[in-house]
T-cell receptor, first 112, second 114 residues
Framework: QEKVQQSPESLIVPEGAMVSLNCSFSDSASQSIWWYQQHPGKGPKALISIFSNGNKKEGRLTVYLNRASLHVSLHIKDSQPSDSAVYLCAVRKNTGYQNFYFGKGTSLTVIP | EAAVTQSPRNKVAVTGGKVTLSCNQTNNHNNMYWYRQDTGHGLRLIHYSYGAGSTEKGDIPDGYKASRPSQENFSLILELATPSQTSVYFC?????????????FGEGSKLTVL
């Protein structure tokens, strides 16, 4: 079974800071890697995904994937109080069915 | 925007009672999923479905059944609820394609078993 580990568990930053979240996974054959954002009392919402080694940028978000080191990171530029949420890393695998394995999440608080 | 609706949003049940959590999606997605989320754990897959009439066991299926009577609806059934099943349950849908394969989640159903 895929193991997905996230760090740090929690993070508190001032508004405008650059935020870096980390995720490691156990199988280099994993398919796409997703980052989800979850606000309190809400369901997770997809933010950005990556499949190939390298980086991908969408707005204030940049994701980096290194399959050799089994590591992916999410960077949030110019963080806002509305970015305060739990961020989940999810690894998609096609093991006879389309399944996603989730990390425990990183709780981000952005202080105005 | 893809829509997944869960009901009830909150439920209190007694040990040994039957609980049914319902999920409806208007995305016309083939795949639907039930996850549970507990402190200290990530989202864990209970059951999933490829389409109407199909249900498959996920990673933690014990104590749960599922039903997919139509493309839109997917239910999670706890025949004999236990306190260990107290959790927040999320339904999700996905197109199951070979692309990135985004999941769309509902808002969650908080279940407390006393």
């Amino acid at each position: 079974q895929e193991k997905v580990q996230q760090s740090p568990e929690s993070l508190i930053v001032p508004e405008g800071a650059m935020v870096s979240l980390n995720c490691s996974f156990s199988d280099s054959a994993s398919q796409s890697i997703w980052w989800y954002q979850q606000h309190p009392g809400k369901g997770p919402k997809a933010l950005i995904s990556i499949f190939s080694n390298g980086n991908k940028k969408e707005g204030r978000l940049t994701v980096y994937l290194n399959r050799a080191s089994l590591h992916v990171s999410l960077h949030i530029k110019d963080s806002q109080p509305s970015d305060s949420a739990v961020y989940l890393c999810a690894v998609r695998k096609n093991t006879g069915y389309q399944n996603f394995y989730f990390g425990k999440g990183t709780s981000l608080t952005v202080i105005p | 925007e893809a829509a997944v609706t869960q009901s009830p949003r909150n439920k209190v049940a007694v040990t040994g009672g039957k609980v049914t959590l319902s999920c409806n999606q208007t995305n016309n997605h083939n795949n639907m999923y039930w996850y549970r989320q507990d402190t200290g754990h990530g989202l864990r897959l209970i059951h999933y479905s490829y389409g109407a009439g199909s249900t498959e066991k996920g990673d933690i299926p014990d104590g749960y059944k599922a039903s997919r009577p139509s493309q839109e609806n997917f239910s999670l059934i706890l025949e004999l609820a236990t306190p260990s099943q107290t959790s927040v349950y999320f339904c999700a849908s996905g197109d199951g394609g070979q692309g990135a394969g985004q999941l769309y989640f509902g808002e969650g159903s908080k279940l407390t078993v006393l």
